[in-house]
């Protein structure tokens, strides 16, 4: 792998565009998160304020304990922000290597900003494309889970 004027070219057209998905899709992540962590928390808060009272029991605990599970849960996307952090410096790294050595009218290969200039791309690339897919399949398993245990606690009553 090295750098020429066409890859370079090339690099410099199309990490720009996965950066600027990257950057919108994890700023969407980021707000959800937010917003999970947020709610998740005001009814810890809540549950919490009630086991300390006279109403304690095991329907309080149980909410304390699906809250927790919420935040758990949102570990996924707090990974999942972090890589987007992390794949957008880098394409944006990469946008920056591949102009400064075109404005440089460099003719040396430099196979080390090539490779990393590829890895950067085709990373970036595979998480865009699939970060779509992994939101999608947490949130079916999300509402499998609730359904499941809805219809458990459904038997239960019976």
């Avoid at 792998?1 to 070219?9: I, L, N, V």
């Avoid at 690099?11 to 709610?39: C, D, I």
């Avoid at 690339?125 to 499941?148: E, K």
Wanted: a positive charge.
């Amino acid at each position: 792998m090295k750098m020429s004027g066409d890859y370079a070219t090339t690099v410099a057209a199309v990490a720009p565009v996965l950066w600027l998905v990257g950057a919108v899709e994890h700023h969407q992540v980021a707000k959800r998160l937010v917003s999970r962590w947020q709610e998740a928390t005001e009814q810890i808060e809540r549950d919490v304020a009630e086991l300390g009272g006279e109403s304690t029991g095991v329907r309080t605990g149980g909410r304390v304990a699906h809250s927790w599970k919420r935040l758990r849960e949102s570990a996924l996307l707090a990974g999942l922000a972090l890589l987007w952090a992390t794949v957008s410096a880098c394409l944006l790294l990469t946008t920056i290597m591949a102009l400064r050595w075109l404005a440089a009218g460099d003719t040396d290969p430099q196979p080390i900003v090539a490779a990393f200039c590829f890895y950067s791309i085709a990373i970036g690339g595979l998480v865009i494309s699939l970060t779509p897919i992994l939101l999608a399949t947490l949130r079916a398993l999300t509402l499998a889970g609730r359904i499941w245990t809805a219809g458990g606690a459904a038997r239960e009553h019976r």
